[in-house]
């Protein structure tokens, strides 16, 4: 079974920086894709970004572009989000994710994901 658990949010101040960690466990880590989403109160939940399962590839929505970067550890199966100058807007739940199926490149829509974690909450104070 496919666990994904989520850690590193709380409260920051706009400007801040903050990262996030999501270890996996249930299977072979370095085969899949990963992403990092975030469900905004009173928005949809929206893929911020996402790495191909050897890291050669990743994606950024424009909103997070130059701010956050996604890596991944596949020796310890982890994957990180790096988030740097965040804004009041950030605030959200932050959730990993990951497909079902392995996957070349790398997946960019929500419906590709298949397994989530728990969430972590990231609060941005102005």
């Known amino acids: 079974q496919v666990q994904l658990v989520e850690s590193g949010g709380g409260l920051v101040q706009a400007g801040g920086s903050r990262r996030l960690s999501c270890a996996a466990s249930g299977r072979t880590f370095s085969i899949y894709a990963m992403g990092w989403f975030r469900h905004p109160p009173g928005k949809e939940r929206e893929l911020l970004a996402a790495?191909?399962?050897?890291?050669?590839?990743?994606y950024y929505t424009d909103s997070v572009k130059g701010r956050f970067t996604i890596s991944r550890d596949n020796a310890k199966n982890t994957v990180y989000l790096q988030m740097n100058s965040l804004k009041p807007e950030d605030t959200a739940v932050y959730y990993c994710?990951?497909?079902?199926?392995?996957?070349?490149?790398?997946?960019?829509?929500?419906?590709?994901?298949?397994?989530w974690g728990q969430g972590t909450q990231v609060t941005v104070s102005s």
């Open positions: 790495i191909s399962h050897n890291g050669g590839s990743t």
């Open positions: 994710a990951t497909p079902r199926a392995y996957s070349i490149g790398v997946p960019t829509t929500i419906r590709d994901y298949d397994y």
